[in-house]
Nanobody, 127 residues
Framework: QLQLVESGGGLVQPGGSLRLSCAASGFTLGYYAIGWFRQAPGKEREGVSGISSSGGRTMYADSMKGRFTISRDNAKNTVYLQMNSLKPEDTAVYYC????????????????????WGQGAQVTDSS
């Protein structure tokens, strides 16, 4: 059974950093592009970042460029989201999602095109 589990969330002060992890089980992560998303209270879910199955191509939402970094370790079946210079408006539940892209290892799907989802990890501003 394909499963994604996010971890690493928590309380963070403005300007602080967190690293989220997305661990995959039940499938080979190396065949899937991974996206990170977030949903703040009272707001719609938005795309944060995406990474191709090879790790060779990444994309970011404009408001995260320069602050967030996505990476992956296929040998560990894990994708990471390093978040720096956090702001109160980054408070949200963060989700990872997977989309099979076996025919193109450098393809990053658009944010609306992910099929498998984790349960989410809460990131909260502590100020």
């Amino acid at each position: 059974q394909l499963q994604l589990v996010e971890s690493g969330g928590g309380l963070v002060q403005p300007g602080g950093s967190l690293r989220l992890s997305c661990a995959a089980s039940g499938f080979t992560l190396g065949y899937y592009a991974i996206g990170w998303f977030r949903q703040a209270p009272g707001k719609e879910r938005e795309g944060v970042s995406g990474i191709s199955s090879s790790g060779g191509r990444t994309m970011y939402a404009d408001s995260m460029k320069g602050r967030f970094t996505i990476s992956r370790d296929n040998a560990k079946n894990t994708v990471y989201l390093q978040m720096n210079s956090l702001k109160p408006e980054d408070t949200a539940v963060y989700y990872c999602a997977a989309e099979r892209t076996i025919y193109n290892s450098d393809y990053v799907p658009p944010f609306h095109d992910y099929t498998y989802w984790g349960q989410g990890a809460q990131v909260t501003d502590s100020s």
